[in-house]
C-alpha cells in the first residue's frame, strides 16, 4: 500500500511540474525599471531596436543564457532589456 502511495505522489508531482513548466512563460511579463533600450541582440554593442519609458510592461519571450537579458516583444516589436533595467513578474492568476 506504501508503494501504490509513493507512485501515487510520484505521478502527481511530475504533472504539477510539467503544468507549471508549460504555463511558466504565459504567466509572466517584463516590467522597465527605468527608461529601457531594447536591442536587436542581448548585448550592448547590438543596434538599439525601440526606447521604452519607465513602468512599460513588455511581453516576456525568455532570458539569455547567462541570465542578463530577457527577450520581449513591445508594441510588436522584439528584442533584448538587460535584467538590470527590467524585472520579471509573475501572474498570480490562474
Do not use: H, N
Not at 510539467?18 to 536587436?40: E, F, I, N, P, Y
Amino acid at each position: 500500500m506504501k508503494r501504490v502511495i509513493a507512485a501515487l505522489l510520484a505521478v502527481a508531482m511530475c504533472l504539477s511540474l510539467c503544468a507549471l513548466a508549460s504555463s511558466a512563460d504565459g504567466d509572466a511579463w517584463v516590467q522597465a525599471k527605468t527608461k529601457a533600450t531594447l536591442r536587436k541582440e542581448p548585448s550592448t554593442e547590438a543596434p538599439a531596436v525601440k526606447a521604452v519609458s519607465k513602468g512599460a510592461e513588455l511581453e516576456y519571450l525568455g532570458k539569455s543564457r547567462d541570465g542578463k537579458w530577457y527577450k520581449v516583444s513591445y508594441k510588436g516589436v522584439k528584442g533584448w532589456v538587460p535584467t538590470s533595467e527590467a524585472s520579471l513578474k509573475w501572474s498570480t492568476f490562474y
